[in-house]
């Protein structure tokens, strides 16, 4: 594989100056009136519009030039959860144009300017992170799922698109059939930003899409609508049910396996990465890479 040259690339001003009332033209005459029919089709009891979602994600992902490149079956049972690894806010668009169906995010999300709205629009699941709450929140996704597809991040966070967290088994328990009901779907599906400009990707490269902790979402966003065309490889894997584990904490590390082995293949690296402004790293990471930890506590810098 030849390597690209780890320099960030520089976002280019009259792209940024040209693509941003591209985004909010793209918003007001596209996203809004979609978002008012799905409202209509809610108040009525149609179904959702989702292909003219996976347009308007189609058209985000357009303006800042990333490509999708989709292998594998999208699975088109009528209740499946894809289950898929998370490393920005782009995945949205990313993948939003690819499947008919709604996100599970956290709730803080409803609150972003922008994308809390564009997320409404899609009939997304916002769902908090008390404890207290989880047993109804699962409740709230087996019934969304009773009624269509859903996509959820299980790591919980975002990450610099070279490793995938630990995924978190207890939505999964959403995708236990009622009785009588055929079984749900589980997909994982894997995200990758591969290729900057025709060539492989650098990590610094790769930043400048992938969305992490302590990065500002304001500087970062504008950036990425200033830059050469990307390439973003989308890998459905074979779905599988909770029937064919012993357990749901069974059957997310298998998920979780599927997505890590699919994005290491795609970006061609042998082994997970992780950069040292990465926050924060879980428990899996700091156990199998202790000198990666210690590096980080020593405060140093990429």
């Known amino acids: 594989m030849n390597s690209a040259p780890d320099i960030a690339p520089q976002p280019t001003r009259w792209k940024i100056a040209v693509k941003l009332p591209l985004v909010v033209l793209w918003l007001l005459l596209v996203a809004l ?26 058209g985000l992902a357009a303006l800042f030039q990333i490509k999708a490149e989709v292998t594998g079956e999208i699975c088109q049972a009528p209740s499946t959860l894809y289950v898929g690894n998370h490393a920005s806010y782009l995945d949205i668009f990313v993948i939003g144009q690819t499947f008919n169906g709604s996100y599970v995010a956290k709730s803080e999300v409803a609150n972003w300017p922008v994308l809390g709205k564009l997320a409404g629009i899609q009939n997304t699941l916002f769902l908090t992170r008390k404890s207290t709450r989880a047993a109804s929140q699962v409740e709230q996704l087996s ?87 990307a390439r973003a490889a989308i890998i459905f894997h074979p779905p599988v049910t909770l029937a064919d584990f012993a357990s749901r904490k069974d059957c ?7 997505v890590r082995a699919g994005l290491l293949s795609a970006i061609e690296q042998p082994t997970e990465t992780c950069p040292v402004a990465y926050q924060p790293l879980s428990r899996r990471w700091r156990a199998l890479h202790p000198d990666t930890t210690a590096t980080k506590q020593a405060g140093a810098t990429p």
């Open 143 to 229: 019934h969304r799922l009773a009624h269509g597809r859903m996509f959820v991040f299980p790591e919980g966070t975002s990450t610099p698109g070279t490793l995938v967290e630990p995924f978190r088994s207890s939505l999964f328990a959403a995708a236990a059939p009622a009785e009588g009901a055929a079984a749900t779907q589980i997909q994982p599906v894997t995200i990758a930003y591969t290729h900057y400009a025709g060539a492989p990707m650098a990590q610094s490269q790769r930043d400048r899409y992938a969305w992490y902790l302590p990065m500002a979402f304001g500087p970062h966003f504008l950036a990425a609508l200033g830059l050469q065309t």
């Open 33 to 58: 009136p979609v978002g008012l029919l799905n409202l209509i089709c809610r108040q009525v009891g149609w179904a959702p519009p989702t292909n003219l979602f996976r347009l308007i994600h189609g």
């Open 252 to 258: 997310a590390q298998h998920c979780e396996e599927q």
